[in-house]
């Protein structure tokens, strides 16, 4: 069990990104750089004990610095999408970044994923990324000090802890923007799928929820019982057709948010959150890439399951609010915990 750092390359500001590597005693190990707060690369054993790397990731900063997918990086301030760019808070109106067409999506023009944050060791299996956002990044008000800990441990269970705090009211929607293919080689829509969730929420114009949840039951979005994710997903469906495939927000039923499933490699992946949606996306717009090892990216060669708050909370009566007021502690957490079915 150890952490071990290097050099990962520079970015185009000339600022240096380190890789944080954590190995635990099966061998498993997570790479995450301090740029976004990101994971690289999280290999874990398959059925026969060989190591599969199941994220996609980039070989080189530029890949990130370059790449508009945000995989795997820490999103925020507020992950997923603000609709018409606004919020009022406080009797104020913040405009925002439109960078989704009309809207504003994780974070902004540079969100939380295009900064390098302050990493610290904490103990063998354990590595903490910290940053300031300073008051008016993005034009988010308050001074807002952000954590975020990653753990690999012996079960091979990555856990991520999000804290947060500031000095003003402000909004936070903190997730991570990992893409999961346990099949290591692209096949992300054979794998199977069990969603805790009865209800998700309906997107109207610009891939924005409206504020209305609809019952999952009797169409392509019911994964109550596990099924391939690719099953149903061209099926003739309005709300499949306004995200091209799986871009919707699940309101979970439970702690126990998801199970995802390779008959290739044998692993298997349960979601545990204590927050109450996940934005489950199937990689519609990744379009064709290079990503590590030379491996060749394209739609839907693996799958996002970013446990968040509801999207669009701001503008939707109803939803879980993500205002986080002037001392008040955020803290939150979500594991992605790895096993192998024979």
Not at 157 to 185: K, Q
Not at 257 to 274: K, N, P, Q, Y
Not at 300 to 325: D, I, K
Request: charged residues 20%; negative net charge.
């Amino acid at each position: 069990m150890s952490v071990s750092v290097r050099p990962f390359g520079s970015t185009r500001a000339g600022e240096e990104v380190r890789a944080y590597t954590i190995t635990n005693a099966a061998g498993a190990c997570a790479v995450l750089l301090d740029y976004g707060a990101t994971v690289q690369s999280l290999l874990v054993p398959d059925r026969d004990g060989k190591l599969t790397d199941v994220v996609l990731g980039y070989d080189s900063v530029a890949g990130y610095e370059d790449g508009g997918a945000f995989i795997g990086a820490t999103i925020g301030r507020v992950g997923n999408r603000i609709g018409g760019a606004c919020f009022s808070l406080g009797g104020k109106t913040y405009a925002l970044a439109k960078n989704d067409g009309e809207n504003t999506l994780h974070g902004g023009k540079k969100g939380f994923d295009r900064h390098i944050w302050q990493a610290e060791i904490v103990d063998a299996l354990s590595v903490r990324f910290s940053r300031l956002s300073p008051d008016g990044e993005e034009n988010f008000p308050g001074n807002l000090r952000v954590s975020v800990l990653f753990t690999l441990d012996d079960d091979c269970a990555l856990r991520i802890v999000y804290d947060a705090v500031s000095d003003a009211d402000t909004l936070v929607n903190l997730t991570n923007h990992s893409y999961f293919d346990l099949s290591g080689c692209g096949r992300a829509m054979e794998q199977t799928l069990w969603l805790n969730a009865e209800r998700f929420l309906e997107l109207g114009a610009g891939t924005l929820p409206d504020g209305v949840q609809l019952p999952v039951e009797g169409t392509p979005f019911d994964f109550r019982t596990p099924k391939p994710v690719g099953r149903d997903i061209d099926a003739d469906d309005k709300q499949l057709r306004a995200g091209g495939g799986y871009d919707h927000n699940f309101c979970l039923g439970g702690g126990h948010a998801a199970t995802l499933e390779s008959s290739v490699t044998g692993i298997r992946m349960d979601t545990f959150t204590d927050l109450p949606g996940v934005q489950f996306y199937s990689a519609n717009c990744l379009g064709e890439q290079t990503g590590k090892g030379g491996r060749k990216m394209q739609d839907r060669c693996a799958v996002c399951l970013e446990t968040q708050l509801y999207p669009n909370a701001m503008n939707c009566w109803g939803f879980p609010s993500p205002v986080l007021r002037a001392g008040q502690r955020l803290h939150s957490t979500t594991c992605y915990a790895f096993s192998v079915v024979k």
